[in-house]
C-alpha cells in the first residue's frame, strides 16, 4: 500500500512540475529543433528534470511512510545512496543538454550536439560513488557457460562502476522521436519492477514502479507531438535508475535480457562508426506524406529497421515501444 501511494505521489508531482519547467525552458531558451516536424519547430528539452523532481518526490514519499508509519528504516541507506545517484547522473545529462549547440551533419540538421563523447562516461561515473560507498549488490554473480562466480572487492570498485556507466550511455544511444525514451522506459521499468517484487527484491521494485508511474505521467507531454523533449538527460536518468534497480536489486541477468535491445543497438552504432567513419544517426528525413525516410542504405539503428516500413513518427515509436515488450517479457519466460 505505501508502495502504490508513493507511485501515486511520483506520478501526480512530475505531472504537476512538467509545464512549469516546460515554460521555464522556454523562457531561457532551452530548446531543440523538432526534426521530424513541418517547419522543424523549437521545443523545450532536458525531460529528464521533471523526471528526476517525480522520481525523487516518489522515493522520499516512500521513506517518509516508511520511517513514520511502519518505524521501518531498515533500506534508508539504500535508498538515500539511490537517489544521490539518480540526481548524480540527471545533473550530468543537464549540463550535457545546457552545453549544447545546432548542428548539421552531412547537410541534414541533426537537433543538438553537447559534450564530446568521451566526457560523458566521465561525468555518469561519480553517480557510481554512492552505491560503491555503501557496498551495494551482492558479490556473486551467475555467468554464462562459467557458473557463480564471486568477484569479492573488484563487484563494488569495478562492476557496479561499469554497470552505472555502461547503463546510463547504453540508453543514450537510441532516442531522437517523440516518446520513444519515455515509452520503452515506461515498459522495462514497469516489467524489471514486476519481476523484482515476484522474486522478493522489494527495494528495486519500488524504484522501477515509483519511476513507471512518473513515466506515465511524463508521457502527457513527451508523446507525440511532444511538449518537451527527452534530451540527454531523460536517457541519463533513466540508465542510472535501471542501473540501481538491477545491483540493489541484485537481479544484473534479468536487467541484461531486458535491456538487450540498447546492448544491439550499441553494436549497430559501433558498426555504423566502422562503416562510415562516424556514428550513424537516429533519426530520418521527413517525407511530404509524412512519414520518415532513413538517410541510409544499410541499418545502423532500430529506428532505420523501421523506416523501411514507411512508417511515420507515432508508428516508429509504437513499433520500439512493442519490440521493448517483447524482450520484457523474456526474463519471465527463461527464468
Known amino acids: ?66 520511517v513514520f508509519l511502519l518505524k521501518d528504516e531498515s533500506q534508508l541507506v539504500k535508498l538515500f545512496a539511490a537517489i544521490t545517484s539518480i540526481m548524480i547522473i540527471m545533473f550530468s545529462g543537464f549540463v550535457d543538454d545546457l552545453n549544447s549547440r545546432q548542428v548539421k551533419i552531412a547537410g541534414y540538421l541533426e537537433g543538438k550536439r553537447g559534450l564530446k563523447r568521451w566526457q560523458k562516461p566521465l561525468l555518469t561515473l561519480p553517480a557510481a560513488i554512492p552505491l560503491i560507498a555503501i557496498m551495494a549488490g551482492e558479490t556473486t554473480m551467475s555467468l554464462p557457460f562459467i557458473g557463480s562466480v564471486d568477484f569479492g572487492i573488484f563487484y563494488p570498485l569495478v562492476i557496479v562502476p561499469i554497470g552505472v556507466v555502461g547503463a546510463s550511455n547504453m540508453v543514450n544511444m537510441l532516442g531522437g522521436f517523440n516518446g520513444l525514451e519515455a515509452g520503452m522506459g515506461l515498459v522495462y521499468t514497469s516489467a524489471l519492477g514486476l519481476y523484482a517484487y515476484l522474486y522478493g527484491n522489494f527495494i528495486a521494485a519500488t524504484i522501477f514502479w515509483i519511476t513507471a508511474s512518473a513515466l506515465l505521467a511524463l508521457l502527457k507531454y513527451n508523446f507525440y507531438p511532444a511538449k518537451i523533449l527527452a534530451g540527454d538527460s531523460l536517457t541519463y536518468t533513466l540508465g542510472a535508475i535501471v542501473a540501481c534497480g538491477a545491483i540493489l536489486g541484485n537481479m544484473e541477468k534479468a536487467t541484461v535480457i531486458v535491456m538487450l535491445p540498447f546492448i544491439i543497438q550499441g553494436l549497430l552504432k559501433f558498426y555504423s562508426r566502422f562503416e562510415l567513419g562516424h556514428f550513424a544517426s537516429d533519426l530520418g528525413i521527413l517525407q511530404r506524406n509524412g512519414k520518415i525516410k532513413s538517410k541510409y542504405d544499410k541499418i545502423y539503428s532500430w529506428t532505420h529497421l523501421l523506416m523501411k516500413l514507411d512508417l511515420g513518427e507515432k508508428e516508429i515509436v ?14 519471465f519466460l527463461l527464468f
Open 1 to 66: 500500500m505505501i508502495l502504490l501511494i508513493s507511485a501515486i505521489a511520483a506520478f501526480f508531482i512530475t505531472l504537476f512540475f512538467t509545464p512549469y519547467v516546460i515554460r521555464y525552458f522556454k523562457f531561457i531558451g532551452l530548446t531543440s529543433a523538432d526534426v521530424h516536424k513541418k517547419g522543424k519547430p523549437l521545443v523545450p528539452i532536458s525531460a529528464g528534470v521533471p523526471l528526476a523532481i517525480g522520481v525523487i518526490g516518489g522515493l522520499l514519499f516512500y521513506i517518509f511512510l516508511s
Open 318 to 331: 509504437t513499433g520500439m515501444i512493442l519490440i521493448q515488450v517483447a524482450f520484457s517479457s523474456l526474463p
